[in-house]
Structure formats: structure tokens, C-alpha cells
């Protein structure tokens, strides 16, 4: 492979990177500015480089400032916390009236607020112990080999990218275009489709994909894309209610331009080039959609195949759909049919995500013993992802969860909504779930042996990525459901800062053991509850050219105020109207500090992660804490929320995040596909460690918590693992 671009490595390559722990020299050495670089990235950020130390250059360091943090603004509290708990109640709502007086009666936003009220505050010097972080230095063929990887695993899954995922895939697409062999994902090979414009790869997608395109580029254009029962670019019908919902209005436009329209009219051709018509049966689900686009991109069919295709969408007739097929089947009591037809129609996958609809009309045992058969062994991700659901069930109230656009959508189940529905199961039925469930999970997992694994004690805590699509990307980050121990006698300091935007405000959740109860602590609340439990920062607002905002939690104290709350859950909200995380420049994180408190409010030695939120919405979960635990529960869910102030209704759906790892982690995976656990890494096939710095011999793999790509073929069995053994009898 050549490299085509000989002045730098690319900007992307480099930060992904960076989060997995290299850093990349492509200047060679320097002596006198290895020694500054090597001495600021261990005395500043706790960088322990662990080889190629004479590659250290001064770029690292300002690439590590970027992406931990350095130069942030100060909070509103410069004292915080000591002189937050030292104001009285008053002089903490006098001091934020104040600010915001200032704030929006003069628009001056040209520099962070501060409080007026405080004392003068004198730091200590920095003298908290923190953890060294081991990096390694490569050079810029171990850089490309590396993405390369990386990018072939990345493209093997079948999973929504996050977006530094996304972004270096992308990067090496642009450099490499001819090594795009392979794109398993759809959402990623549309993601290919709007950023890079080759229609080539269409074929990594179907005919009726075509319709997601169309929403992708719509939404990457500001406007939302329409749902199943809505159309394109259609006036009400005649006689049809102007004033009906808008679901029932089919109103949704599209805002593509002439060169998205050549696109989708390309991309659609192609399909029929080769003179064969593609299978339509599924576009007849989303006709009306069709219907929409086609006379929104003024399609001309270029042979008798796509003119039949375009009639048959745009003039309507019989519904052909093999969906259409299985609802009649249903209706008419042949539940057993109906699952047949469904798996042959549409793979057994699409028996698995109609489960619950299928097994609530079973009238007798022998039909849900024919119904789960009807399913095969979906692939690993969806069984992980039911057991799950079917472990978390709750009939009384339900909450839907499905990821579009980068963004967790959820519909909690209404009280009417929840009186008309008929998929509810009982317990012996969701007992013959999860036993089947279970024993195709041991199956599966039986059938991919890998060879010795040495597993670290500690990867029990490192949940498996099911769906990180919706996640944030940045230093520390780990699979959502994951868990940190938090020491005795530390706090957590949660914070977040931002620019380009006047306000962005930190809250979190109190909730009970069964998540039911919720307390709130935000700018709205905290006046009056700071305390040696959990201090605040306050309510920065004068921040477009940067703001920042900090809750410090001492978990023993808090727990003697608040003995009920099992879990925290931090939460960050875009308060300024008409913004989005995707439209400011907003990073969240954590640090572990000690009681001593020295230092600057911010000290990227004590970072545990910091990550960019860069979502299209206006709310995201970031993390929560397990009190009686003492443990740092991953979220990082970006929500489908065009909320401003903070909220508890998308709090309760966390539930479910919060106790993942005693279900399934990397431990309790890999030893699942092994054909042998051994203590010695040396004599593994695959180690599973976060600390192991020793040699890896060639067919040998290691897998940290952070490497997510190289879990996931594991996940989707796309690929041979290295150094796999045989397979089992």
C-alpha cells in the first residue's frame, strides 16, 4: 500500500488512534523536543510512554490537549468547591441573578461569567496521585497498518459506526478507495453514499435501502427524514382533513439538491443495469415513500425493468409485500404460517424482531415451540440484544428503543396505548423464551473457537458493544454498560465545556433501586442543596467563546443525605434555543479527584475520559454512578430530544443499561468461544488485557476494553479469528 499523502498523517487516523492508545510520529526524531514532549505529556496529562520514546514530539502534546483537555475555561465558582459551600443560600441565587442580568441584559458573550459574591480563592499546588496512562509511539507504516485493520474490521460488522468510527473510515475511503472491498452495514455504506458520492457502492446496499438514503441525506441537509406512514413532497389528498395529524398529512418534504438527485437517480439505475429486475417485493412496504421520491427527483427509467419498477410504485395496486402476506396470515389465526412465511421471505432475523407479536397470539405450547424454531440462530448481536430485552421485560409498561441518525429514539408506552395492545406474554412463555434464547447463545458461542484466551482480571466490569451507534467518541471511552471502580476516599468530578454556543447546562438524576423515583439536581435546584454531598459549579451561561460546568459528588456523604438513591445519572442539555450538540463544540467526561482537592479545577492528569458530543440532538445521558456499588456506569446515549432544560423523562430507560455486565461481558465472551482459558498470556491465542505490555507473536491478538473494532468480529463472526483452533466436534 502507498502512501498518498507523504507531508502528514491524516488528521483523522491520528485522533482515532490517539483513543486506543498510540501516538504517531511521521516527522522522525528530534532530541531537544523529544525531551520537552516526553517530560509534558507525563507531567500534564499522566502519559506514560512504554516504547519509541525518542519518537516523542511536541504535536503529541497538543494533540493529547485537544483530546483530554487543557486549556478550559474556568467555571463559575472559580473557587468551586470550597467557595460555593462557603456562600450562603441567598448570595448563591443574588450571585447567579446577577450573572444573568449582565448576561442577557448587555448580550455580552464575548467572555465567561464569573461570580461577583466570592472570595478571593488561592489554588494549592497539584499534589493528587493519578494514574499513568501507557501509550506506545508507531511510525507511519505501523499507523497504516493499524487503520487498516481497524477499517476491515469496522466495514466486517453490521452495526451502526460511532462517529470517530465513522470519520476514519471515511479518511481512509478518500486515500484508499480501491481497499473498499467490503461494507456489511448498511448504515455505514449509505454513510459511504453521502459523504463520498461514487455510486459503487451500491452495491453494499438493496433497492429498497434506497428510501434510508434518501432520509440520510435529508437529514445531513437539516430537514428530518418521514416516518413509514408518511410521504414525500405530498399535498393532503382531496377531501382529505388539512388540520390531521401530521403522520396522517403526509407533509414531509425533501430538501435535496440537483447533485443528491442525480445521486439517488444513479443509485436507483443501477439496480436494473443489469438487465435482470431486482427483487421489489419489499419497496411495496414503503410505496408511498417511493411514490414521493420518485416525483421528487423527476425519475426517468432507463430500461423496461425500471419502468415497471417506477409504475408499479407510483400507481399503486395490489400490495405485494411479503410483510403484506404475513399480516394477512396473522389475521387470519395462522400464526404458524405467518412465521414461516416471514423467515423465508425475510431471514429468520425478521422472525426474531417480530417475536413478542408472534408468541402473544399463540393459543397452545406446540405453536410458540414452532414459532421460536421458525427463527434459526439470528446472528450473535440480536441474540445478546433479546436476551436482554426478554431479561428485562416489564409488562406493565414498556419503553421502545430503536437508533436512526446517530440518536436513541424511545417511545414510552402511554395508558391508552398500553389498554389496546395485545403482545403482552406470560410468564411460562417468556420462561420458554429465554431458555431458547439462552441455549442457541451457548451454541452459538460453542461454534466459534478461538484458540487459548488469558482473560485480565477485570474485564468481568467491560461490557460487550451491542450498540454503540449512538454513543460519543473520545479518550477513555468504553462500551456502554461498562464499570469503573471508583476508590475509597476519592470523588467524581463530572464536568462539561463548550464553545460556540451561549449555554450548555450539567444535571444529574438521583434514582432509586428500581429506577421509579427521581430526584433532580440542576440549575434549577442546586441553590439550595449544595453540600458536602454534591456542590455544583453554577449555572454558566456567558460562554460562546467558552463555558464550562462541574458537579463534584463525595459518594459516603451523599449517601447519608440521600439513603434511597442507588444511582446517579449525569445528564448534559443545549439550553440555547435552535442549537445542537452536532452544532456547537461541546466536550463531557469525568475526573477521579481526592478530598485534598488541589490543583486547577480541570487537571488533565486526573481525567478519566473526555469525550465530544457531537449528536444531533439537545440531550444526552453521559454516565451514572452505583453508589452502594462505588462504580462509574458507562451510558453515553445520545437521545432523540429536542429538549432545552433538563428532564427526567428520558431518564427511566436507563434502567436497563445499568446492569449489563452481570449478564454478559468480554470475560464471560471470550472464555464462551475458547477452546482453553489459560493464566499465562504468553501461551494464549487471543489475551483479553488492559495491562499486558509484553511481546505479541505473530497470529497472537490483544484486545483491550477500548478496542470495540476488534471485538466486533468476534460479535458478527465475519472473519476467522487469528490463531483459532479447530472447530469443535
Not at 485522533?15 to 523536543?33: I, K
Not at 476514519?168 to 459523504?195: G, H, M, N, Q
Not at 471508583?486 to 432509586?512: H, M, Q, S
Request: net charge neutral; with cysteine; glycine share 8%.
Amino acid at each position: 500500500m502507498t502512501r498518498c499523502n507523504q507531508t502528514g498523517v491524516d488528521a483523522a487516523f491520528k485522533e482515532f488512534l490517539f483513543t486506543r492508545g498510540y501516538l504517531v510520529n511521521d516527522a522522525g526524531e528530534n532530541r531537544a523536543d523529544c525531551v520537552r514532549a516526553l517530560f509534558a505529556l507525563g507531567r500534564v496529562f499522566g502519559i506514560r510512554v512504554v516504547s519509541n520514546p525518542q519518537l516523542a514530539t511536541f504535536e503529541m502534546v497538543d494533540l493529547a490537549s485537544r483530546l483530554i483537555g487543557k486549556e478550559v475555561p474556568a467555571p463559575f465558582y472559580r473557587g468551586f468547591p470550597r467557595s460555593v459551600l462557603a456562600l450562603t443560600e441567598d448570595q448563591r441565587i443574588a450571585d447567579q441573578l446577577i450573572h444573568y442580568a449582565v448576561t442577557y441584559g448587555l448580550g455580552d458573550f464575548s467572555r465567561p461569567g464569573h461570580s461577583v459574591l466570592e472570595q478571593e480563592f488561592e489554588r494549592l499546588a497539584f499534589t493528587e496521585a493519578s494514574e499513568r496512562r501507557p501509550f506506545s509511539i508507531i511510525g507511519p507504516e505501523e499507523e497504516l497498518a493499524l487503520v487498516r485493520t481497524a477499517v476491515q474490521d469496522l466495514l466486517a460488522s453490521t452495526r451502526p459506526l460511532k462517529a470517530d468510527q465513522e470519520s476514519v473510515v471515511l479518511a481512509y475511503a478518500r486515500r484508499f478507495p480501491a481497499d473498499i472491498t467490503l461494507c456489511r452495514s448498511k448504515d455505514t455504506a449509505i454513510c459511504l453514499l453521502c459523504e463520498l458520492r461514487e455510486p459503487a457502492y451500491t452495491r453494499f446496499i438493496r433497492l429498497p435501502d434506497v428510501i434510508r438514503l434518501a432520509d440520510e441525506i435529508n437529514v445531513r441537509r437539516g430537514l428530518p427524514g418521514p416516518t413509514d406512514r408518511q410521504a414525500y413532497g405530498k399535498k393532503p389528498a382531496k377531501g382529505q382533513d388539512a388540520g390531521a395529524a401530521p403522520q396522517e398529512r403526509s407533509v414531509r418534504k425533501l430538501n435535496l439538491a440537483n447533485q443528491d438527485r442525480k445521486l439517488i437517480a444513479k443509485v436507483i439505475d443501477s439496480f436494473f443495469e443489469t438487465g435482470e429486475a431486482p427483487d421489489v417485493r419489499e419497496c411495496y412496504e414503503k410505496r408511498r415513500l417511493w411514490s414521493g421520491l420518485l416525483h421528487h427527483i423527476h425519475y426517468v427509467p432507463r430500461n423496461p425493468h425500471a419502468a415497471a419498477f417506477a409504475q408499479a410504485m407510483r400507481r399503486g395496486g395490489a400490495n405485494r409485500s411479503a410483510e403484506a402476506a404475513f399480516e394477512a396470515a396473522v389475521r387470519r389465526g395462522e400464526i404458524r404460517k405467518a412465521a414461516e412465511l416471514l423467515a423465508r421471505e425475510k431471514g429468520s432475523g425478521a422472525v426474531a424482531r417480530r417475536l413478542n407479536y408472534l408468541l402473544s397470539r399463540c393459543e397452545k405450547g406446540e405453536d410458540v415451540s414452532a414459532v421460536l424454531s421458525s427463527m434459526g440462530s439470528p446472528n450473535l448481536i440480536l441474540l445478546l440484544q433479546m436476551l436482554l430485552q426478554y431479561r428485562n421485560y416489564r409488562p406493565d409498561g414498556r419503553t421502545f428503543r430503536f437508533v436512526q441518525h446517530h440518536r436513541l429514539k424511545t417511545h414510552e408506552e402511554t395508558e391508552e396505548e398500553r389498554a389496546r395492545r395485545r403482545s403482552v406474554l406470560g410468564g411460562d412463555v417468556r420462561a420458554a423464551v429465554e431458555a431458547h434464547l439462552g441455549m442457541l447463545l451457548r451454541l452459538s458461542l460453542a461454534a466459534r473457537r478461538i484458540g487459548k484466551v488469558y482473560v485480565e482480571e477485570g474485564m468481568e466490569k467491560i461490557a460487550v458493544p451491542l450498540q454503540e451507534g449512538t454513543g460519543a467518541s473520545g479518550f477513555g471511552v468504553l462500551p456502554r454498560g461498562s464499570r469503573l471502580a471508583i476508590g475509597a476516599g476519592n470523588k467524581v468530578r463530572c464536568f462539561t465545556y463548550w464553545e460556540k454556543v451561549d449555554d450548555i447546562d450539567l444535571a444529574c438524576f438521583g434514582l432509586e433501586e428500581t429506577g421509579n423515583r427521581q430526584i433532580e439536581f440542576s440549575w434549577r435546584t442546586m441553590a439550595e442543596s449544595q453540600s458536602e454531598g454534591i456542590v455544583y459549579s453554577g449555572d454558566q451561561t456567558s460562554g460562546y467563546s467558552g463555558g464550562s460546568e462541574y458537579f463534584d459528588l463525595q459518594l459516603d456523604a451523599f449517601r447519608e443525605l440521600y439513603p434511597d438513591v442507588r444511582y446517579v445519572v449525569f445528564t448534559d442539555n443545549v439550553f440555547t434555543a435552535g442549537c445542537h450538540f452536532d452544532d456547537v463544540l461541546c466536550t463531557a467526561g469525568f475526573m477521579i479527584r481526592s478530598e485534598e482537592d488541589s490543583g486547577a479545577v480541570f487537571e488533565p492528569k486526573t481525567v478519566k475520559t473526555a469525550f465530544r458530543l457531537n449528536v444531533h440532538s439537545t440531550f444526552a445521558c453521559l454516565f451514572a454512578l452505583d453508589l452502594q456499588e462505588r462504580e462509574i456506569v458507562w451510558l453515553n446515549l445520545g437521545l432523540d430530544s429536542e429538549e432545552h432544560v433538563a428532564g427526567a423523562r428520558g431518564i427511566a430507560m436507563v434502567r436497563d443499561y445499568l446492569d449489563v455486565v452481570s449478564f454478559m461481558n468480554l470475560a464471560s465472551f471470550f472464555r464462551g468461544m475458547a477452546d482453553g482459558v489459560t493464566d499465562t498470556p504468553e501461551e494464549a491465542d487471543v489475551i483479553v488485557a488492559d495491562h499486558y505490555e509484553g511481546p505479541i507473536r505473530e497470529g497472537q491478538v490483544l484486545i483491550r476494553s477500548r478496542d470495540t473494532e476488534k471485538v466486533l468480529p468476534y460479535l458478527t463472526g465475519s472473519n476467522a479469528a487469528p490463531g483459532a483452533g479447530k472447530p469443535a466436534d
